[in-house]
């Protein structure tokens, strides 16, 4: 049993200005404002400008959740950036994301497992604190989706936005530990359910690829809504059972945003009421890793969620991967002087 437990000290959010609605996309694509809201619930999303890439959404992002915990960047110890759409194959977008902030004494990677990346990247984090090693690490989940859809299809594009969501998450007493249960799971036999063919070793972009669109995303949105539904609202009551929490002690169900059928659903499985299951896609679309940091920090912002209060994080994409985390919010909240950073 380790001396050292995780608590997130700051949360922080960025979404760039441009605003797409679904009327927009109707002038480009075989599609309708009333198709896209009846069939997701998405009514907008954002995306990002030319030369605004991943990194620097993150970055952004980044320097939010800096503020609120009141810190400074080069008290960063790890930076793990969780995306799909990476600014290069290489060098990670942590690197490019520290240059950014200026966060020197850190080290950097990134995780990619699509819509769950951000949750495998939390529990990460949270295990560089546990063992001691580390005692900041910043948590980023940051995605340039339009950088990587094929605006020609109906069945992907209308789906995905651009954003980022940061977490700075510290070393505490493990009696102060926030993070109460986790899981984590994976299955690469359906990786060809949702992915991008093409970009990689096994497949380089070429010019016959493109021809055919390979370097673009591609989903079977029918089977992966199937199989979302089961795998979050089965990680979901691992945890709350590992932890020994009734879903009516749930203040937020945070589900990945991607479709509110989906989150309805598993809310509904779970016995969490609808009005406890946070939603925010209506906004932002499906951001894939960048989705439930957007959603903690705006409950945070809001002030919809108290010390002490449970937050059931869950999500499910590519991979394919899903998973769910208890987090039960810091005594005392984010930002404020007790909260001890130092030990
Ligand atoms: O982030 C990772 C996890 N991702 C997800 O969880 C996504 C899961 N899947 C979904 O959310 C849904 O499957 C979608 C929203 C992607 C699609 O909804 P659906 O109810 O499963 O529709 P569908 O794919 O079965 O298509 C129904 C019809 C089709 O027409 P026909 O074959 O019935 O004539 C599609 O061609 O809707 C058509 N369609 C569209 N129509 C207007 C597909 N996309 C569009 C569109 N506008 N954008």
Not at 38 to 49: P, W, Y
Request: hydrophobic share 40%.
């Amino acid at each position: 049993m380790s001396s050292y437990g995780a608590a997130p000290i700051g949360t922080g959010s960025y979404v760039p200005e441009k605003v797409l609605t679904n009327t927009d996309l109707e002038e480009f694509v075989e599609t309708s404002d009333e198709w896209i809201r009846t069939r997701t619930g998405i009514h907008e999303r954002r995306i990002a400008a030319d030369d605004e890439p991943t990194s620097t959404l993150g970055a952004k992002a980044a320097e939010h959740a800096l503020h609120a915990a009141d810190i400074d960047a080069s008290q960063l110890d790890l930076i793990i950036v969780a995306t799909l759409s990476p600014d290069t194959p290489f060098p990670n977008t942590g690197c490019h994301l520290q240059r950014q902030i200026q966060a020197m004494n850190a080290a950097c990677f990134s995780i990619e497992a699509a819509c769950s990346g951000f949750l495998f990247a939390l529990e990460t984090a949270a295990n560089f604190l546990r063992n001691g090693m580390y005692k900041h690490v910043l948590v980023v989940g940051a995605e340039k989706m339009s950088s990587v859809v094929n605006w020609q299809d109906r069945s992907t594009c209308v789906l995905f936005g651009d954003g980022a969501g940061a977490v700075v998450l510290s070393r505490v007493p493990a009696e102060h530990e926030c993070l109460l249960a986790s899981e984590m799971g994976s299955n690469g036999h359906h990786s060809d359910l949702l992915y991008i063919p093409a970009g990689g070793s096994a497949q380089p972009v070429t010019p016959e690829a493109m021809e055919k669109g390979l370097h673009y995303l591609h989903m079977n949105g029918r089977e992966i809504f199937k199989l979302a539904v089961g795998a979050m609202a089965d990680a979901c009551s691992k945890v709350l059972s590992q932890a020994g929490t009734s879903s009516d002690q749930i203040r937020w169900l945070i589900p990945h945003q991607a479709n509110t059928r989906i989150l309805a659903s598993v809310g509904k499985r779970l016995g969490v009421p609808p009005e406890s299951v946070f939603m925010n896609l209506h906004k932002y679309g499906n951001t894939s890793a960048a989705t439930i940091p957007l959603c903690l920090d705006e409950v945070v912002r809001n002030n919809q969620v108290d010390e002490g209060e449970h937050l059931l994080l869950t999500a499910f994409g590519g991979g394919l991967t899903w998973g769910a985390q208890l987090l039960r919010w810091p005594h005392p909240a984010p930002g404020t002087p007790q909260n001890d950073k130092t030990n």
